[in-house]
């Protein structure tokens, strides 16, 4: 039997302070599962000594997730992430006494519609015992009368988010309302364009949306905007006829062409030069393209979805990108969060990520509590992409069937901070101020001084330090050469 719950107070001061020793463990004892899957809301240095602690009382498989709730009664935030649990979990028990009357409620809900499980629930005056919902939602609340509409629909287990975007794994309740926006938008025809950094899933989302639309059928092409020769740009959009230049051999389908009945998703899409942006323009006026060489334009019929991880709206104000065309793209708009502003996620997805290597590299691999630590104090610049690389690395490497913190290190690119400066270092990480000082010092004081043929008066006057005696004192003081 596979149980789940959330992990209560009860359970927390339970095991230190009642010889009942909480709801879960009278649970467990009981009933014996063969799995706990447990959820949690509180910080983790709270929940850790516990969960070792359980898992020492108990020979049994024990999984636990960090959730972020804006409130223990918010029903929103509950049900996306009692929801997705659920999905992954698959149990046969949930045990109901843990958590709030919010969170109890949630585990009805869905109990008694899309995960038919049985229910437990524990108390120190009536044991350990199961419950019987007497009710059925989907025969008793639902009137046999009305036609098939979003209540019915909801009854029988018609999620709210499309199973198109199940790939997308998170606890994250802001990324399960994008998932929500998102499947709103693949029911549309909208165009949509998504924001993010390097890594966080642009194309995930976007094949999410076409797979959830009805042009799911259809072709889904993927450009990288920025990866394109200019000399070929116009020829890889909209094709070319026979002859149409030099090395035209025959004729070639652009971009727009493969995508006819489909969805075109133009990553990097603030790269593009501004004659192309002129030609996009006008094939989501006009729904047609005009290859090179071709005597007229050939209809298209595609859905546009774009993801940068430029500021538009910034292009646009400085003269670098066309403001119809941003206006004409931005209907639908996405904006995905960075890995460090995900919490709970990056345990979530490096498990995830390390079970897909069983059978290949890894077989039943597992993090250490100290290799998890690694992981949840790093940034991830590289977000999602460079956390799976991580996993991939350290798993192939790894010699032993856990991996420690120091495999996750190893397994780490410690890449220049090019990209936040002086003024964005990770502090979390540890910072040297005094070298970072040294490294401006040692990158502007020769620059002065070869500008000024060596006068160190008029470096340090262009330095704007008062003479060249304070430089010659910051040459000795951070060793510039």
């Known amino acids: 039997m596979k149980l789940v719950s959330w992990i209560g107070g009860n359970d927390l001061k339970g095991y230190k302070e009642s010889p009942v020793k909480g709801p879960l463990y009278a649970t467990i004892a009981q009933i014996r599962p063969s799995q706990v899957s447990l959820l949690y809301n509180y910080d983790q240095k ?3 000594p516990y969960l070792d602690w359980l898992g020492s009382q108990f020979d049994l498989e024990i999984n636990a997730r960090h959730v972020e709730l804006s409130s223990p009664i918010d029903y929103h935030d509950i049900y996306l992430s009692a929801d997705s649990f659920l999905k992954n979990t698959m149990p046969d028990a949930i045990l109901l006494s843990p958590g709030t009357p919010t969170m109890q409620a949630v585990w009805v809900l869905l109990g008694k519609t899309k995960y038919p499980v049985r229910f437990f629930q524990s108390s120190e005056e009536a044991g350990v015992e199961e419950v019987q919902v007497p009710f059925d939602i989907v025969a008793d609340f639902i009137p046999r009368n009305r036609s ?12 709210p988010i499309d199973s198109a975007f199940d790939d997308i794994i998170t606890s994250s309740a802001s990324v399960n309302e994008l998932k929500a926006k998102a499947t709103v938008l693949a029911g549309t025809e909208l165009p949509c364009l998504i924001y993010g950094e390097t890594g966080t899933g642009k194309e995930l989302f976007s094949t999410a949306i076409h797979n ?3 042009r799911k059928d259809g072709p889904f092409v993927a450009v990288n905007c920025g990866a394109i020769p200019a000399e070929l740009i116009e020829s890889q959009f909209f094709g070319h006829k026979k002859g149409a230049f030099t090395g035209a051999v025959g004729e070639h389908k652009g971009f727009f062409q493969q995508a006819n009945g489909g969805t075109i998703f133009l990553d990097e ?3 593009l030069t501004p004659d192309v942006q ?10 047609q393209v005009t290859p090179v060489g071709a005597a007229g334009p050939e209809a298209v019929n595609v859905r546009v979805i774009a993801a940068t991880n430029r500021d538009l709206l910034q292009e646009v104000a400085a003269g670098r990108f066309r403001e119809d065309l941003f206006y004409r793209v931005a209907v639908g708009v996405l904006r995905l969060p960075p890995l460090r502003d995900r919490k709970g996620d990056v345990k979530l997805l490096a498990e995830a990520f ?6 290949q590299i890894a077989n039943n691999k597992k993090f250490s509590a100290k290799a998890i630590k690694v992981m949840l104090s790093h940034q991830w610049p590289g977000n999602v992409r460079e956390l799976q690389a991580t996993i991939v690395r350290a798993a192939l490497w ?6 420690s913190d120091q495999d996750i290190q190893r397994a780490m690119f410690a890449l220049p901070d090019r990209q936040s400066g002086v003024l964005g270092r990770d502090i979390a990480q540890g910072i040297d101020i005094n070298e970072i000082i040294g490294e401006v010092v040692r990158h502007y004081i020769p620059r002065a001084l070869e500008l000024v043929a060596g006068n160190k008066t008029r470096a340090a006057k262009l330095l704007g330090l008062n003479n060249y005696q304070t430089l010659d004192k910051w040459v000795d003081k951070y060793k510039v050469k």
Not at 148 to 159: H, I, N, S, Y
Not at 354 to 359: A, E, I, M, T
Not at 398 to 403: K, N, P, Q, S, Y
């Open 354 to 359: 390390l079970r897909d290597l069983d059978g």
């Open 148 to 159: 098939v509409g979003r209540l019915d629909a909801m009854a029988v287990g018609d999620v």
């Open 46 to 48: 709270e929940v850790e």
């Open 398 to 403: 790894a010699t032993e069937d856990v991996l």
């Open 278 to 287: 002129v030609r996009l323009l006008r094939v989501l006026q006009d729904g």
């Open 269 to 271: 899409f603030g790269e």
């Open 212 to 214: 959830a639309s009805a």
